[in-house]
């Protein structure tokens, strides 16, 4: 194999040379035939043994520098970088560099023999040459796009060009024939650093390629895995805090869902720190439902493999939890509906009460769809069984927000679901739902009589107003809280 490759190289190369630049090759004169080697077969035109036989070990060498002089050869012709912009432009030029990258790719794949040092270098710098790139700035369009929908694919035109240069990539990093030890000096921290930075392509096809790599490279060079963990968490910092754009969010995911899976038990407290201050915070931006999916996915690992870690996961989310987005509120219930589900009892109850806060808020919500998705926790038999268990802690915190459904909603599918809640808990304690029932009517009377007081001191603040700005009169059952004895009234100094 490696005959065939310096023999087709030897040949190419004195073709082009003779056509004066790489653009030659049409109408040019037939080149030379190329040097013979030193080996016996190849010596001569006729094929005769040579007069002065070299040595074996002299004879291996001489193959071994022709094939890394080949070999870097060929790669440093493929480290030439064209537009391709305009498609017209250096055609010919474009198609013989793509042909002699496939080659590439056809000898790594099938080479029996490990790739030195200086080939090894020769193809890091072919990669950056060709991959390594800033791309143009991003136009953000004025109008506002759904959280869940992504922008139009942009399908890069050099793209028929670099596949073939990920395709060598990834046959490079997964060879057996790469030593991990000698291409770590050249796959170091700043190659991966610009690797990572061109998971912001608009390309899909890139980022899915990168995607596979940057998983390859995490396996093999295993001195290069807090670095990938540190630089994918900047890259998630950036995201949240300053740039709220990045379109490789959802692959890099997809990696460290793998990633963590492969996480030995206990877990560090870096790992730790890596789900609190870098995937939690990624629920934060407006278009979490791009990558929600693969977000969930992590945080379900990491709670599979430490279960007290559930605490830590409810938080950020109630942290972080939307307001004034429904869209995203669904989201975060159906999210937390697949981590309550690997919760046990003493986790659920170091967290039910804000939990359950949050959920009657939610049960309130004018937007229906949020409030039947709330009510459709109970349909989780997991679930269920936790809030029976715990249910004089839960119910007197949710039963208002059932009442007021039953009374004020305007959807009649969520009343009919708070129905169907509300005869649960009935059979489940008749007592204690008439006891919520009578708290939430002591409350309601006292609530209105306090609202009846407001109005009352208000219409009598107006009536002083229209009367000429005259001290009002507010009766006896309208009070306010005296100033506290122990706050002095000082005199400010004069400098």
Request: charged share 25%; proline share 7%; with cysteine.
């Amino acid at each position: 194999m490696w005959k065939q490759f310096i023999g087709k190289l030897s040949w190419k190369s004195m073709k082009s040379s003779s056509g004066g630049g790489g653009g030659a090759g049409v109408g040019s004169p037939p080149a030379k035939p190329p040097p013979p080697l030193p080996s016996p077969r190849e010596n001569g035109a006729t094929g005769k043994p040579s007069a002065s036989p070299t040595s074996p070990a002299a004879g291996a060498g001489a193959e071994v520098r022709s094939r890394e002089d080949a070999f870097v050869q060929k790669v440093n012709i493929c480290c030439a970088v064209y537009d391709f912009s305009d498609r017209g432009k250096d055609s010919p030029e474009k198609e013989r560099k793509r042909q002699m990258l496939m080659s590439l790719v056809d000898c790594i794949s099938a080479a029996e023999e490990p790739l030195t040092e200086t080939m090894i270098a020769a193809c890091v710098r072919m990669f950056a040459a060709n991959l390594f790139r800033v791309f143009p700035p991003k136009v953000r369009s004025g109008t506002t796009a759904s959280e869940t929908e992504e922008d139009e694919p942009f399908f890069d035109p050099s793209w028929y060009h670099l596949q073939v240069v990920y395709e060598f990539l990834l046959r490079f990093v997964t060879s057996p024939l790469v030593d991990a030890k000698v291409a770590r000096k050249y796959v170091d921290s700043s190659f991966v650093s610009k690797l990572l930075d061109l998971f912001d392509s608009d390309d899909p096809r890139e980022r899915d390629s990168l995607k596979t790599i940057l998983h390859r490279i995490y396996g093999k060079f295993m001195g290069n895995r807090p670095f990938i963990r540190k630089a994918v968490s900047n890259i998630f910092y950036r995201f949240v805090f300053e740039t709220d754009h990045h379109n490789g969010i959802a692959e890099l995911l997809e990696v460290f869902g793998s990633v963590i899976s492969g996480f030995a038990k206990p877990l560090k407290e870096e790992h730790k720190l890596f789900l609190w201050k870098a995937l939690i915070p990624l629920h934060k931006p407006k278009s979490v439902g791009v990558y929600l999916p693969q977000l969930t996915y992590c945080i379900t690992q990491f709670i599979e493999k430490e279960p007290k870690l559930v605490g830590t996961v409810i938080r950020g989310l109630l942290k972080y939890w939307p307001v004034t987005n429904s869209q995203k509120e669904m989201m975060f219930l159906g999210e937390l509906e697949e981590v309550l589900e690997l919760i046990d009892m003493t986790e659920f109850q170091k967290c039910m009460v804000p939990l359950f806060r949050r959920i009657a808020s939610c049960l309130n919500s004018s937007h229906f769809q949020v409030a039947e998705r709330a009510l459709f926790l109970w349909n989780n038999e997991h679930l269920f069984d936790m809030i029976s268990k715990n249910r004089e802690v839960i119910l007197p915190i949710i039963y208002p927000a059932l009442e007021r459904n039953t009374r004020w909603h305007w959807n009649q599918n969520v009343l009919n679901v708070t129905m169907n809640v509300r005869k649960m808990f009935h059979d489940m304690d008749e007592r204690l739902l008439l006891a919520c029932q009578n708290n939430f009517e002591e409350e309601e009377e006292k609530r209105a009589a306090t609202e009846e007081r407001r109005r009352h001191m208000w219409e009598q603040l107006e009536l002083s107003a229209a009367r000429g700005y005259q001290q009002p009169v507010i009766s006896a059952d309208v009070s306010f809280p005296p100033p506290p004895s122990s706050a002095r009234l000082v005199a400010p100094t004069v400098t």
